[in-house]
């Protein structure tokens, strides 16, 4: 069974900390490897990784997949309040995407 | 430019009665998938439909759920005779094509059950 396990649950941090948040994962015929944040309510897509050691840079934020040890890394710097939220992540196999129970990052002021 | 509309956005039912969840993709998208997310846990995976059709359901319940995507119309999910444990929140997301990647959520509907 496809599983997909990220750490740390929870995470509080002080406003322009660096933080990097875990995902490994077990799927039969990986496709690829996605990250998204809940905020409130919907997930909105950040990345979608399908190639080892290429990592996808949006402002603060990025990410990057290892396929030969099966983890991805997402990492945020210069963190601000409206970073808080719950990061999702997700792979892709034979099946449809599986969800991880998500990191939830509380950034304070 | 619309994104996934779901609706409503919160659902109480008593037990024994029945919810219908609505969902409307995005513009142009044609691929529509139901995720539920428990407390504490992470979305899973319900069922993908396309117009018409229901491609994958394997994560659905065999009782009491079902799922359709008319051709005129919004995608409806059915909880029949709900039970406590069917709170939750529902999401629908959509896709361009059916790879089920790169999804595009709703809102949700938080479904609870007195």
């Known amino acids: 069974e496809d599983k997909v396990v990220q750490s740390p649950l929870s995470l509080v941090v002080h406003e322009g900390d660096t933080v990097t948040l875990n995902c490994s994962y077990e799927?039969?015929?990986?496709?690829?490897l996605l990250w998204y944040k809940q905020e409130k309510k919907a997930p909105t897509f950040l990345f979608m990784l399908t190639s080892s050691g290429i990592e996808k840079k949006s402002g603060r934020l990025s990410s990057i997949l290892d396929k030969k040890e099966l983890f991805s890394i997402l990492n945020i710097t210069a963190t601000q309040t409206g970073d808080s939220a719950i990061y999702l992540c997700a792979v892709r196999g034979n099946t449809p995407l599986v969800f991880g129970k998500g990191t939830r990052l509380s950034v304070i002021a | 430019n619309a994104g996934v509309m779901q609706n409503p956005r919160h659902l109480v039912r008593r037990r024994g009665q029945e919810a219908r969840l609505r969902c409307s993709p995005m513009?142009?998208?044609?691929?529509v998938y139901w995720y539920r997310q428990l407390p504490e846990e992470g979305l899973k995976f319900m069922v993908y439909l396309q117009k018409e059709n229901i491609i994958d359901e394997s994560g659905m319940p065999k009782e009491r759920f079902s799922a359709e995507f008319p051709k005129e119309g919004p995608s409806i999910l059915r909880i029949q005779q709900v039970v406590r444990g069917d709170s939750a929140a529902y999401f629908c997301?959509?896709?361009?094509?059916?790879?089920?990647?790169?999804?595009?959520f709703g809102s949700g509907t938080q479904l609870s059950v007195l």
């Open positions: 997301a959509s896709s361009p094509t059916g790879t089920y990647e790169k999804l595009f």
């Open positions: 799927v039969t015929n990986f496709r690829s």
């Open positions: 513009k142009g998208h044609s691929h």
